[in-house]
């Protein structure tokens, strides 16, 4: 089960476009480049746990439309020879928009 997704996936979203790289270090979340935007900066602090949670446990993006979403976003990254392990740019992007569908779908019921 992955926490808050209404509130995780715009944060992973916004990290990976701006081509942040997350890594989890024992209990400390390391982030390159070393310097970020403060709005960033403060969202990383409020939801940390939850975020080292995801880098080290991996995300559990299930069947349907969730799945579909991460793994094509991954293996469009994947083509375009950019790095998707976990905490890359590309698998923040990845994460974020399945997150994004997931709870979209499980607040709206039927599309």
Sequence with gaps: MNPHPHELAPLLLALGRARIELAAHGE???HRPA???HDLSEA???HRGAVLGLLVNGYASGDGDAGYVFWERLGM???LGMPTHA????WLVAAGESMGCSCTNRNN???
């Design 28 to 30: 400390r979340l390391r």
């Design 35 to 37: 310097d970020l935007p």
């Design 44 to 46: 990383l602090r409020r």
């Design 77 to 79: 990254a994947d083509e």
């Design 87 to 90: 905490g890359s740019a590309a």
């Design 109 to 111: 019921g039927v599309r």
